[in-house]
């Protein structure tokens, strides 16, 4: 089993940034594939951004492209998704999620699943 606690969501103001975190427990965290999701109100759960056990390798949604960065620090069991120039669109509620093997983009190959943060972005 694999436990996650995400954390840093808030209220910000559009243009803003803001850094969740992703506290990992349980197994070895170095041996998952990490995602980010997100889910506004009356939407399905969407893919973000994921990145490789190593942290070498990541793939972002075209939506958040050049505005959100995921990186990983495995000594800290901890994933990280830095998010830029945040527009009321991003509102929603975060999760990250984790699988092991390969980098994945579709929320049904992830195993584990934090609770979430809400993120909300005004204009």
């Known amino acids: 089993q694999v436990q996650l606690v995400e954390s840093g969501g808030g209220l910000v103001q559009a243009g803003d940034s803001l850094r969740l975190s992703c506290a990992a427990s349980?197994?070895?965290?170095?041996?998952?594939?990490m995602g980010w999701f997100r889910q506004a109100p009356g939407k399905e759960r969407e893919f973000v951004a994921a990145?490789?056990?190593?942290?070498?390798?990541?793939y972002s949604a075209a939506s958040v492209k050049g505005r959100f960065t995921i990186s990983r620090d495995n000594a800290k069991n901890t994933v990280y998704l830095q998010m830029n120039s945040l527009k009321p669109e991003d509102t929603a509620v975060y999760y990250c999620?984790?699988?092991?093997?390969?980098?994945?983009?579709?929320?049904?190959?992830?195993?584990?699943w934090g609770q979430g943060t809400q993120v909300t972005v005004s204009s």
């Open positions: 999620a984790a699988k092991e093997g390969r980098i994945a983009t579709k929320k049904w190959e992830y195993d584990y």
């Open positions: 349980g197994r070895t965290f170095s041996n998952y594939a």
């Open positions: 990145v490789t056990w190593s942290g070498s390798s990541s």
